[in-house]
């Protein structure tokens, strides 16, 4: 990391080079690098570079003017109101741990990215209150580290993301799903306050009695309102292990049946977690989500195998501590007898609570290895009402897919009592949906099926497909390439979120690139512009 000396020659010396060619004044640039006290501006090439591509890897990189380093919201705050102040007002993006797909976090080459999650030293620390069950939280911490804060004190959030090292406000802005939101909801409906700087640049606390417009907006708002800079989450007593099952079943409906009915379970006796995913081919059972099946597992996927078609398989935990080991046994036992999976197809095994939340990190780790995490991923995240995934089992996983995938394709239901409709995330107008998750990755030298183009032609003939068969589905971590695709994905929530982003980033400079509003550069309009007209596209 470089010094702050270094850093502020940089930026001057940059500023001289941008004078020429960007619309920002220098003046206004010098301004910002003057007026930010703790954190500090870089425009190091490395810096610039880091932030310009996202873990999708499918846009050309574009790098920004400067990145912020932010120490505090205030920082945060004084960027905004010198962008949302100018003639000429420029793109600020927040970025997390840049795990988007498309671009999202990115700003282009006359916006400021603010890396939340690489903070300077001064960001604040996790401040865990057990007495009153909370954590607050950075906006740009990851939920690796605030599980090993809160674990200290016994605690832990309670919904989770199947993957930890993605930020807090990263994933506040979409929803953060998982395996336990069919109970406790997605992680935007365990999260008790915020402070928000809104693209005025205003720091507004926001909760269910505060600001509470400001406050459900937010909530899977795509950084459109405002850039999380702290969250409060609440916590519950942490388990200390885990019991992690799977088991098979060759027909959908069947395993749909089961899921449903387990989600349907809310008291003591029920699982903690559920999910799924499909196997449409057999190299799928030793992809990154699955190292589970190990080769030392007694019972072979071949031997449940029903001919080569799909087979399904359901994921569930237990949740326990140390003096009941006894009893989880039992509970488990009872459970599983409502279940209708092939028998023989039973894959246990009982791990630390941590170890289980963190086990998509080890599969990373052994593609880091081998040169496969850094590749494109043309990643498709759906919600699929209920009462179409049937439909879209025959059309997709039966059809479009072939008997090759290039990654895990996840399908668990959840239930959207659990959502917040205040909030700004999307979902399909039914009591059940299922996400379904196509986490593929493209490799250069690998066969036709898993080439870039070939997955990309999938993704649209899957949506297009939907579209012809009349399943609603809505995107998850969504991507939109027009105005009309955006409206009709916010559906009824279209006008209200309209006017949120015309309350509170009237100048449409926040998070840009997920491209929902039009480009700032192109808004030449003056702050004191009325708000509805700062909203029209
Ligand atoms: P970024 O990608 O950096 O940012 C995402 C968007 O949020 C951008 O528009 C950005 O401007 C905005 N943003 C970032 N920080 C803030 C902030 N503080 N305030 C306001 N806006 C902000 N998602 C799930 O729900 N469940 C999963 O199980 C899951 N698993 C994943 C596994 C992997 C390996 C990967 C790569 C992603 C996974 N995701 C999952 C998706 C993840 O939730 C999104 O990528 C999300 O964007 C969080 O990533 P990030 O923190 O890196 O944010």
């Known amino acids: 990391m470089m010094s702050r000396e270094m850093t502020s020659s940089f930026l001057l010396v940059s500023f001289a080079i941008c004078q020429l060619i960007i619309s920002v004044g220098p003046s206004e640039l010098f301004r910002i690098g003057a007026i930010v006290v703790d954190g500090y501006f870089s ?5 610039l570079a ?11 990189p574009e790098e920004p003017l400067a990145v912020l380093h932010p120490s505090s919201a205030e920082d945060v705050a004084r960027l905004v109101r010198t962008a949302y102040g100018s003639a000429t007002a420029f793109p600020v993006s927040a970025r997390g741990h840049g795990h988007s797909i498309n671009g999202q976090a990115a700003v282009g080459r006359n ?3 603010v890396e939340m999650n690489h903070g300077v030293i001064g960001t604040p620390e996790p401040l865990i209150r057990p007495d009153e069950m909370y954590v607050d939280v950075w906006g740009g911490e990851l939920w690796v580290d605030v599980l090993m804060k809160t674990l200290e004190h016994g605690l832990a959030p309670k919904s989770w993301t199947d993957y930890l090292y993605l930020t807090v406000g990263g994933t506040l802005s979409n929803a953060g799903i998982s395996g336990q939101a069919f109970h406790h909801g997605p992680q935007i409906s365990n999260v008790l306050e915020l402070d928000v700087v809104t693209g005025k640049g205003e720091v507004m606390r926001c909760s269910e009695d505060e600001n509470t417009r400001l406050f459900h907006g937010v909530l899977g708002g795509l950084g459109q309102l405002g850039i999380i800079t702290r969250a409060r989450i609440a916590l519950e007593p942490a388990p200390q292990r885990v019991r992690w ?9 069947v395993f749909t049946e089961d899921q449903e009915y387990l989600i349907s379970m809310h008291g003591e006796l029920k699982f903690d977690y559920v999910e799924g995913f499909v196997i449409v081919d057999e190299g799928l059972v030793n992809n990154w989500r699955s190292s589970f099946f190990s080769p030392r597992n007694p019972v072979k996927i071949s031997s449940v195998s029903s001919n080569g078609s799909v087979l399904y398989c359901l994921e569930i935990t237990k949740n326990y501590h140390d003096s009941d080991s006894e009893t989880v046994n039992q509970e488990v036992e009872i459970l599983m007898k409502k279940l209708n999976f092939i028998p023989t197809s039973v894959f246990t095994t009982d791990l630390q609570y941590v170890d289980f939340l963190d086990r998509v990190h080890k599969a990373e780790l052994k593609l880091r290895s081998k040169n496969l995490w850094e590749v494109p991923h043309p990643w498709l995240n759906l919600f699929v009402p209920k009462s179409r995934i049937s439909d879209f089992d025959k059309g997709v996983f039966k059809g479009i897919l072939g008997n090759k995938t290039s990654g895990p394709i996840l399908i668990y239901p959840m239930n959207k009592d659990k959502w917040d409709e205040r909030s700004s995330a999307v979902t399909p107008d039914e009591e059940v949906f299922y996400l379904v998750a196509l986490l593929r990755s493209a490799l250069k ?11 990309k032609d999938q993704n649209r003939r899957i949506l297009e497909f939907c579209e012809q068969a009349k399943i609603n589905v809505k995107q998850y971590l ?7 695709e955006w409206v009709a994905h916010f559906g009824d929530k279209w006008d209200r979120f309209r006017s949120l982003k015309a309350e509170f980033d009237p100048r449409h400079i926040l998070a840009t690139g997920q491209r929902i509003f039009q480009n700032p550069s192109l808004s030449l309009f003056p702050p004191s512009s009325s708000s509805s007209s700062a909203a029209s596209w």
């Open 43 to 47: 425009v190091h090439p490395s810096d």
């Open 445 to 455: 030298d690998g066969e036709e099926t898993q080439k870039l183009e070939y997955l």
């Open 50 to 60: 880091s932030v310009s591509s996202d873990f999708g890897m499918l846009k050309s």
């Open 245 to 253: 099952i799977r088991v098979l079943y060759s027909s959908f409906e």
């Open 111 to 113: 916006g400021v990215v």
């Open 478 to 484: 969504p991507h939109h390439a027009t105005q009309e």
